[in-house]
């Protein structure tokens, strides 16, 4: 586990051969993120784990105390966390470890599991027929007919619930298992060749045992012929070659969870060409039609949709960042939080380039913008994106204004209080001007659901943190119902949770006067509430309407239409409309906390299918999103009050026991002779 990094901005220096000053340092050209701190854990749990740092100089006599650095709690952190008593108590058990099994083919071990689990009940259900037909004399004739029926139709379907290789009948309302027209005509114009490369079985864990099975399948209603490779007869070079590297998956092992390393993917090819589908797991196969056909698009055309994600590290405000200043430590900076979508988007067939906002520069021949949670000052990312979209482009922005902390004071009895943190979203300078701009509040819907979310806990000198629940209104949960179901991107989708989100208001008289159409995509429930935040905790009363706003609130838009081009001379910008002024695409998330690392899978929710199918939308089509976005989904329901609550759960739950205490009181009241 990589635990420390440089920054981005790292070279390196030659090794001097003698003395050296400070003049004969020179920057070279950075080499991006360096690790210098890494975890080693052996594949067993029960097996210790190193801690491997790339210098000794923090704990040096002299740097250990030196102000400014936190040398002294890091060294704290570790000794707490290595000397846990749970880390102590599983390094002092002794566990005896069963011999392995030797591998076995696949009949054997199917014999061996149903010796093992039907041996048993075979035998007490022979010696069960054996006591009661003792008396009598067995024959078929005593078989009733009923039962020669059944017998007969268990033989004949055993081929059905045994047939591994293809899909027999598609039952799902939206036919998901059933190719489309459009998928077969994109394939048969030139049908490649796939090589799966996929451990066996036993060597998968759990969660992945069935997508050998899924992907076949997928493959055979398609009319793509295969060829089935394992990982360990390929060298690593090849598989680096055709760029197939190991992903890690989560799986429980002898009680305790851990990360299993896991090379799966899909290799199609021409003659002289060849694409990759770098991970095949139990979210992929969902999309293998989508992924199947824009991989034959990138075969036939030489086109890979190119990407420009633009993100930012946490940072604290500037009062947490005194507080740091105070004890003499320098305020630390987050990590990438982002980094599960760019793999999310690299899965799918997307080339990512990461910019730096601070340095701006979008690569030539960008299919489209992505934009996670613009913070001040964001002018020159802005210029940019206006002559972007001025262009004709294509962008996506999700930001919001404030991530709402949960914080406890050992002098204020540690009773849960709420603190918005403000994220100075900095886009507003241009779209405020457009017609767009997104409310600086704190928003709340009754529609809402729960979260764990890290609790700041003041007991100590040190921080504590604690992953505690909440239910609070400000998680508001965007449920179909008020989805818009013209575009593909939100017609199929699941619930959708945006943690802390803000609404968008439009402006119908600046949006015509520069040209521009709002479609909503998601918005709130009828029953939102907004508190107008300016300092201090929220208060109680902040979680209760005083007055609901009584309608819709958009939570996504999609913008459409002629792009001004922005430009930053002064406070305000100034638009001007560039010769050719094509159409361009605008797609703004009223949350960007729902994208990060942490909740971009959040059970219940689909979030990262929600952005994939704006960016296929976006880069591919309408066509492309509707393969995207075929997928399960359990929608959710919007507000119920706790009387109608009480009422259904009444209803779902005693309707089956009352309905079958009704016919047996009625049998009983119709057979009882009177």
């Given at each position: ?354 910019v730096n906002p601070r340095t701006p520069h979008l690569p030539p021949q960008t299919d489209l913008v992505i934009w996670m949670q613009p913070r001040r000052d964001a002018s020159p990312m802005i210029a940019l994106l206006s002559q972007h979209l001025a262009r004709g482009g294509r962008a996506i922005v999700a930001l ?72 609070l209104p400000f998680l508001i949960r965007a449920v179909p119902p008020h989805f818009d179901t013209t575009l593909p991107i939100t017609r199929q989708l699941g619930d959708q949770l945006f943690i802390w989100g803000n609404r968008f208001v439009p402006d119908p008289h600046r949006l015509q006067m520069y040209n521009l ?11 939102t509430w907004a508190y107008h935040w300016s300092g201090g905790w929220l208060p109680k009363t902040a979680f209760s309407p005083d007055s609901l706003l009584l309608s819709h609130q958009s939570l996504a838009l999609l913008v459409t239409g002629t792009f001004p081009l922005a430009e930053f001379n002064a406070s305000s ?102």
């Open positions: 586990d990589i635990l420390g990094t440089t920054t981005d901005n790292a070279y390196i220096q030659p090794l001097p051969t003698g003395p050296f000053t400070n003049n004969h340092l020179k920057e070279a050209p950075t080499i991006g993120k360096q690790n210098v701190m890494l975890r080693l854990r052996h594949k067993d749990p029960w097996k210790g784990e190193i801690l491997v740092l790339a210098t000794s100089s923090p704990f040096r006599d002299g740097i250990f105390n030196q102000p400014n650095y936190a040398h002294r709690v890091f060294l704290q952190t570790i000794m707490r966390t290595f000397t846990d008593h749970d880390r102590i108590l599983r390094g002092r058990v002794k566990r005896p470890s069963s011999p392995p099994i030797p591998q076995l083919s696949a009949t054997s071990r199917v014999i061996w599991r149903v010796c093992v689990v039907f041996v048993v009940p075979l035998i007490l259900l022979i010696l069960g027929v054996c006591l009661y037909y003792s008396h009598m004399r067995v024959s078929f004739g005593h078989l009733s007919l009923r039962t020669c029926i059944a017998i007969v139709v268990l033989i004949i379907a055993s081929p059905l619930w045994s047939y591994q290789w293809g899909q027999l009948l598609d039952l799902t309302a939206e036919k998901i298992h059933t190719p489309l027209s459009f998928s077969r005509e994109q394939i048969q114009n030139q049908i490649p060749k796939a090589d799966l490369i996929i451990p066996t079985r036993a060597h998968l864990p759990p969660a992945l045992k069935k997508v050998e099975m899924e992907t076949v399948a997928r493959l055979n209603s398609l009319g793509i012929n295969y060829t089935l490779r394992r990982p360990k007869d390929l060298s690593t070079a090849y598989l680096n070659r055709i760029g197939l590297r190991p992903y890690q998956v989560k799986t429980v092992r002898d009680d305790v969870e851990i990360s299993q390393s896991v090379i799966s993917g899909l290799l199609l090819h021409y003659p002289g060409n060849a694409t990759i589908i770098p991970r095949l797991d139990d979210r992929t196969t969902d999309h293998l039609e989508f992924l199947l056909t824009t991989a034959t698009l990138r075969l036939s055309t030489g086109k890979t949709p190119h990407i420009a994600l633009i993100s930012e590290s946490p940072r604290l405000s500037p009062a947490e960042a005194h507080e740091y200043r105070q004890k003499h430590l320098s305020p630390p900076r987050g990590a990438d939080v982002f980094s599960e979508l760019k793999t999310l988007l690299r899965t799918y067939g997307y080339r990512v380039s990461y919001q204004h404030y991530n709402i902390q949960q914080r406890q004071y050992s002098g204020g009895n540690f009773e849960t209080v709420y603190w918005p943190q403000p994220q100075y979203q900095d886009l507003n300078r241009y779209l405020e001007p457009l017609g767009i701009p997104q409310a600086r509040e704190v928003l709340m819907d009754q529609t809402r659901s729960r979260l764990a979310l890290e609790t700041q806990i003041y007991r100590r000198a040190v921080r504590e943190y604690d992953p505690q629940e909440v239910a159409t709002v479609t909503p995509l998601i918005s709130t429930s009828n029953r910008p100034t638009f001007t409309h560039p010769m050719p002024n094509p159409q361009g695409h605008l797609l703004l998330i009223g949350s960007s906390e729902m994208f990060k690392n942490e909740y971009l899978y959040a059970p219940g929710f689909q979030h990262e299918q929600f952005l994939l199918n704006a960016v296929a939308y976006l880069t591919h089509g309408p066509q492309f999103a509707d393969l995207q976005a075929r997928r399960k989904i359990a929608p959710g329901f919007s507000y119920l009050s706790p009387d109608q609550k009480i009422l259904w759960r009444v209803l779902v739950v005693g309707l089956g026991p009352l309905s079958f205490g009704l016919y047996v009181f009625f049998r009983y009241i119709k057979k009882r002779p009177w």
